[in-house]
């Protein structure tokens, strides 16, 4: 069983940064790969960015391109995301997923089975 345990979130103004961790346990090959998602209010969720820890691959959403970096240390149990220039349209509940079927790659919440609990992040203008 995999266990994600976010932290980070925060309030911010435009144009500032924050730093979000995803601490992960149980079996690494159920956690292969480890995205990031976000959820604003009345809004779809939306895949941010996903790390493949096995090669350090990556792969972001156009949204975030060039703002957001994800990032795992390396005893592969700790996911960053690092979040820069943020906006006020970045606002929503962030979540880390897990998931080990390949199409986790595509940043579709369908093939990710765990989930953390969320934490808030909050920009103003």
């Known amino acids: 069983q995999v266990h994600l345990v976010e932290s980070g979130g925060g309030s911010v103004q435009a144009g500032g940064s924050l730093k979000l961790s995803c601490a992960a346990s149980g079996p690494a090959d159920s956690r292969q790969y480890i995205a990031w998602f976000r959820q604003a209010p009345g809004k779809e969720r939306e895949g941010v960015a996903v790390i493949y820890t096995v090669e350090w691959n990556t792969q972001y959403a156009h949204s975030v391109q060039g703002r957001f970096t994800i990032d795992q240390n390396g005893a592969k149990n700790t996911v960053y995301l690092y979040m820069n220039n943020l906006l006020p349209e970045d606002t929503a509940m962030y979540y880390c997923?897990?998931?080990?079927?390949?199409?986790?790659?595509?940043?579709?919440?369908?093939?990710?089975?765990?989930w953390g609990q969320g934490t808030q992040v909050t920009v103003s203008s």
């Open positions: 997923a897990a998931g080990q079927d390949r199409r986790s790659w595509f940043l579709q919440d369908r093939w990710y089975n765990y």
